[in-house]
């Protein structure tokens, strides 16, 4: 790294003395950053450059602001667009629309069944196309970037009069137009939820046929998979066959071994991960807890070893209790008492503390939230996920270097996600950074106490605004609507 020169040179903000962790993986070393307007405009020893505001960051980590690779936030962009809950950990940057599920394209007026009250639970927050919203959050910009999948449940929904078969030949060309459209109007891919009931029976070959519209744009796939415990390895082949078809990059979602059968089981999915990133394009992300949430489904609480509430509209007084004490008190069984509890959601205690780490190692694996902003007592990776990793398991249990710890929230998913300009420190790169404390980063919020803020995260900035600083939001919101023409995926 190097200086800008020789000349005095002056600049909107200059943050001197920081270790910078350029998002690289690369060791970090100690300098300076200048940020102009929206842009880094220098790196390194900036002795000569004046900034009109000036940081001392002595101690501090200076990160580009992390990309949260896998989130429901297609609505809170819109309800609440501070997304505290997000740039309190320092991510700048959503990707939207995960799971098979997303607010766009939906010109029906009924809403699409669950998972899809994971979004939204009116129909008026939905779009009949995802340029529709877009234009919504260009009107009311949050203060996070979004770049925005399309769910392939939602595409069943808007094209089939019932769910629970395959898609006709007409219904798959109806659904190809639709994503062909939506990639037109600036979704950078597809996402699909083929473990849920609205699109457990879809044929791989179905899926394979939306598929077909993101091969002209590169769009990107991401894959909740069929099935996360017994068959996994299947799933996970069939989700890269699906992206084999039409020759695009596939991301498996939240990648975990779900039941206590399948424990361990990691050695053999990250094995076939490899064989198959020999051969194709294909990624992976993954939150660090040992517990998923979800909807509240019977299936989910097979593999559970424990399950706790996270919102019950029957029941509203049941979030954050388990449902063991729910059904001993009500004197049923869980499955009688998930029942009564609908629609509900839960947090599932599901997974191998050795998986979540054997995976969060391989070399592959971005960090995506999966955080669940609807939820009243949501899963605590909602606000947690990021400084999780930064403090629990690279400081202290030395899973990741620090420095590969931020590579895989930055340059890891800005390169495999197509964010141009985003993702590592650079001169002419946009100033989405992070100012931490790597001694005190932690998450704070836990099953008990979900909604607790990150601590060690001493300011944000996104586009060059400030967003988060002093623990508290600033009001600002400089976020964008990132279309795929303005992606590395443009075309
Ligand atoms: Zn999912
Ligand atoms: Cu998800």
Same mark, same amino acid.
């Given at each position: ?17 920081? =270790? ?21 405009? &220098? ?15 002595? $101690? ?55 998972? @899809? ?9 939905? @779009? #009949? ?7 919504? =959050? ?17 595409? %069943? ?37 083929? @473990? ?64 206590? #059968? ?18 194709? %394009?294909?990624? /992976? ?10 909807? =509240? ?16 509209? *029957?029941?509203?007084? #049941? ?11 009500? &004197? ?8 009564? +509890? ?21 070399? #592959?694996?971005?960090? &995506?939230?999966?955080? +669940? ?17 930064? $403090? ?7 899973? =990741?270097? /620090? ?51 990150? *601590? ?7 586009? $060059? ?6 623990? *508290? ?16 995926? &443009?075309?």
């Amino acid at each position: 790294m190097s200086g800008t020169g020789a000349a005095p040179a002056g600049a909107d903000l200059v943050i001197r003395g920081a =270790l910078l962790l350029d998002g690289s993986g690369e060791a970090p070393v100690t300098g300076d950053l200048a940020v102009s307007g929206d842009r880094i405009t &220098g790196l390194g020893d900036l002795a000569r450059t004046v900034g009109t505001r000036e940081i001392e960051a002595a $101690g501090r980590a200076l990160a580009p602001g992390f990309i949260d690779v896998h989130t429901h936030d297609d609505r809170l962009l819109l309800a609440d667009p501070d997304m505290k809950a997000k740039t309190s950990q320092g991510v700048t940057s959503v990707v939207v629309g995960n799971c098979g599920i997303s607010l766009a394209p939906l010109r029906s007026k009924a809403l699409p069944p669950p998972p @899809f009250d994971l979004l939204a639970d009116a129909p008026e927050y939905c @779009f #009949a196309g995802i340029g529709e919203y877009f234009a919504a =959050l260009d009107a009311a910009p949050p203060a996070t970037n979004a770049v925005a999948l399309v769910g392939h449940s939602v595409l %069943r929904h808007d094209t089939m009069d019932s769910l629970d078969r395959p898609a006709n030949d007409r219904e798959i060309a109806q659904m190809r137009d639709l994503m062909a459209e939506a990639m037109d109007e600036g979704a950078i891919g597809m996402s699909s939820g083929l @473990f849920y009931p609205p699109a457990r029976a879809a044929a791989t070959a179905e899926v394979m046929g939306v598929a077909e519209a993101l091969t002209a744009g590169d769009g990107i796939y991401t894959a909740h998979i069929r099935d996360e415990s017994e068959h996994v390895l299947d799933a996970i082949e069939e989700a890269a066959a699906i992206a084999r078809h039409a020759d695009v990059q596939v991301i498996i979602s939240h990648h975990k071994c779900a039941g206590a #059968a399948n424990h361990g089981r990691s050695v053999e999915t990250l094995a076939l991960i490899d064989k198959l990133r020999s051969e194709q %394009r294909l990624g /992976l992300d993954l939150y660090p807890y040992v517990a998923g949430s979800s909807v =509240l489904l019977a299936e989910l609480t097979r593999d559970a070893a424990r399950v706790l509430i996270t919102w019950s509209r *029957a029941m509203p007084e #049941a979030a954050g209790r388990d449902l063991a004490d729910i059904a001993a008190e009500m &004197g049923v069984d869980q499955i009688e008492a998930s029942a009564r +509890l609908q629609p509900a959601g839960a947090a599932y205690f599901m997974m191998d503390e050795g998986d979540v780490r054997r995976i969060m190692s391989h070399e #592959a694996t971005m960090i &995506g939230s999966d955080g +669940l902003p609807t939820d009243v007592h949501p899963h605590p990776r909602l606000w947690g996920t990021f400084p999780r990793v930064l $403090g629990h398991y690279a400081r202290e249990e030395g899973v =990741l270097s /620090l420095a590969d710890a931020v590579r895989r929230m930055t340059g890891l998913p800005a390169a495999e996600f197509g964010l141009k300009d985003r993702g590592l420190l650079r001169p002419g790169a946009f100033a989405d950074l992070v100012l931490f404390d790597p001694e005190t980063v932690a998450d704070r919020a836990t099953f008990d106490e979900p909604l607790r803020t990150a *601590a060690g995260i001493d300011a944000v900035f996104v586009n $060059g605004e400030a967003v988060w600083t002093d623990g *508290a939001a600033t009001g600002a919101r400089p976020g964008r609507a990132i279309r795929r023409s303005e992606t590395n995926r &443009g075309r």
